[in-house]
């Protein structure tokens, strides 16, 4: 999430600076912006809906990996379990992220499928760990995602464009527009930004073939799925769990399964957009957490703050500390505190991968 909602959603909700504010006040102005920011979102969105403006084409298929809400859907990982998909249906993929977080301005080669070439803080982490976690992917990142693809094409001929966080990138023809929803909450409060986490209107739904309903548990969220096929009967509504799948310790660089974590004191931190998603998933797999710090998302972390964490850590008796992959990304795989490490590693895995393939 971008800095400046984090800290009025911080404010709103009584924390941070500013948070001494009048909650009355601080709905009123939240509620102004959202109504500018739809009337901003809608006009946007129908200047290429209308062909005022013309989305530009590259010379093969795009396919899009988008939200409507901002952050906490499982984008990330689900663009992996889709290269992963489209890879074994032997097509030749190239993944265009926007490279949010990164140091480099213009379009940068993050891997050619082969040769991994950039690391954070010089890229995002995200498009890093697509590129290392894809062995055969080419990743490059860019603001004009159209500059990235017509060079990914010149060097790496792709059969097909995997577009992450691409439903609002208008300036780019997409073929395939798929956009996640997480099931806890696939609208949160219903309000666009700043307001609520939307990013443009439900009606927005209506240039989307493809619905994932992520994180899905099938005992809590059948009504969920139920009501959101009958409002859009015309979209394949589609699930996916996203799951823990391994534990690495550090500066080991041990591999486990994530039930050797299980009874482990263990402190906890992270910069996502929704940090209680990787709380609720360490308690899920009974870590005894002595410990939690959550900060923003794509938060970089200096020195001096792990040097903090660390001794945090040591302070409440934690036996190591814990961070998710796009953290780890984020920290340049580095770890050289007194207390170890661990890094929780999760995949996504939809539930009918055979009812994308369709679409082709």
Same mark, same amino acid.
């Given at each position: 999430?971008?800095?400046?909602?984090?800290?009025?959603?911080?404010?709103?909700?009584? #924390?941070?600076?500013?948070? !001494?504010?009048?909650?009355?006040?601080?709905?009123?102005?939240?509620?102004?912006?959202?109504?500018?920011?739809?009337?901003?979102?809608?006009?946007?969105?129908?200047?290429?809906?209308?062909?005022?403006?013309?989305?530009? /084409?590259?010379?093969?298929?795009?396919?899009?990996? @988008?939200?409507?809400?901002?952050?906490?859907?499982?984008?990330?990982? =689900?663009?992996?379990?889709?290269?992963?998909?489209?890879?074994?249906?032997?097509?030749?993929?190239?993944?265009?992220? #926007?490279?949010?977080?990164?140091?480099?301005?213009? +379009?940068?080669?993050?891997?050619?499928?082969?040769?991994?070439?950039?690391?954070?803080?010089?890229?995002?982490?995200?498009?890093?760990?697509?590129?290392?976690?894809?062995?055969?992917?080419?990743?490059?990142?860019?603001?004009?995602?159209?500059?990235?693809?017509?060079?990914?094409?010149?060097?790496?001929?792709?059969?097909?464009?995997?577009?992450?966080?691409?439903?609002?990138?208008?300036?780019?023809?997409?073929?395939?527009?798929?956009?996640?929803?997480?099931? !806890?909450?696939?609208?949160?409060?219903?309000?666009?930004?700043?307001?609520?986490?939307?990013?443009?209107?439900?009606?927005?739904?209506?240039?989307?073939?493809?619905?994932?309903?992520?994180?899905?548990?099938?005992?809590?969220? #059948?009504?969920?799925?139920?009501?959101?096929?009958?409002?859009?009967?015309?979209?394949? +509504?589609?699930? !996916?769990?996203?799951?823990?799948?391994?534990?690495?310790?550090?500066?080991? @660089?041990?591999?486990?399964?994530?039930?050797?974590?299980?009874?482990?004191?263990?402190?906890?931190?992270?910069?996502?957009?929704?940090?209680?998603?990787? /709380?609720?998933?360490?308690?899920?797999?009974? +870590?005894?957490?002595?410990?939690? #710090?959550?900060?923003?998302?794509?938060?970089?972390?200096?020195?001096?703050?792990?040097?903090?964490?660390?001794?945090?850590?040591?302070?409440?008796? *934690? *036996?190591?500390?814990?961070?998710?992959?796009?953290?780890?990304?984020?920290?340049?795989?580095?770890?050289?505190?007194?207390?170890?490490?661990?890094?929780?590693? =999760?995949?996504?895995?939809?539930?009918?991968?055979?009812?994308?393939?369709?679409?082709?």
């Amino acid at each position: 999430m971008h800095p400046y909602w984090q800290q009025l959603f911080d404010c709103l909700q009584g #924390r941070g600076e500013g948070a !001494a504010a009048p909650r009355c006040s601080l709905n009123a102005v939240a509620s102004g912006l959202a109504g500018v920011y739809g009337l901003g979102a809608r006009l946007h969105r129908s200047l290429y809906a209308n062909e005022v403006l013309l989305p530009k /084409r590259l010379p093969a298929c795009v396919v899009s990996v @988008g939200n409507l809400a901002v952050g906490g859907t499982g984008k990330t990982p =689900v663009t992996a379990c889709l290269t992963r998909l489209f890879q074994a249906a032997g097509k030749k993929v190239a993944i265009l992220s #926007r490279g949010y977080g990164g140091h480099h301005v213009g +379009v940068t080669c993050i891997s050619d499928g082969k040769n991994i070439y950039q690391k954070p803080p010089q890229v995002g982490e995200e498009a890093y760990w697509l590129a290392r976690t894809l062995p055969g992917a080419a990743v490059y990142s860019g603001a004009s995602r159209y500059e990235a693809g017509k060079i990914a094409w010149e060097r790496f001929k792709p059969e097909l464009f995997l577009l992450d966080d691409g439903f609002q990138h208008f300036q780019l023809h997409r073929d395939l527009d798929i956009v996640l929803l997480d099931a !806890a909450a696939p609208f949160g409060n219903g309000q666009l930004l700043p307001r609520g986490i939307l990013r443009e209107p439900k009606s927005a739904l209506a240039a989307a073939q493809v619905l994932i309903l992520t994180r899905y548990q099938e005992d809590r969220d #059948r009504q969920i799925l139920a009501n959101l096929q009958d409002a859009y009967p015309d979209k394949s +509504v589609q699930t !996916a769990a996203i799951s823990p799948t391994a534990a690495r310790r550090y500066p080991e @660089g041990q591999v486990e399964a994530p039930a050797a974590l299980r009874g482990r004191p263990l402190f906890a931190f992270a910069g996502l957009a929704r940090p209680e998603v990787f /709380r609720r998933s360490l308690e899920e797999l009974e +870590v005894r957490l002595a410990g939690f #710090r959550a900060l923003p998302d794509h938060h970089p972390f200096s020195p001096a703050e792990l040097a903090v964490l660390a001794h945090e850590a040591q302070a409440v008796g *934690a *036996a190591a500390l814990i961070t998710t992959a796009k953290d780890w990304a984020r920290l340049g795989e580095r770890w050289e505190a007194a207390l170890p490490l661990w890094i929780l590693e =999760v995949e996504a895995r939809i539930d009918q991968p055979g009812r994308i393939l369709e679409f082709f």
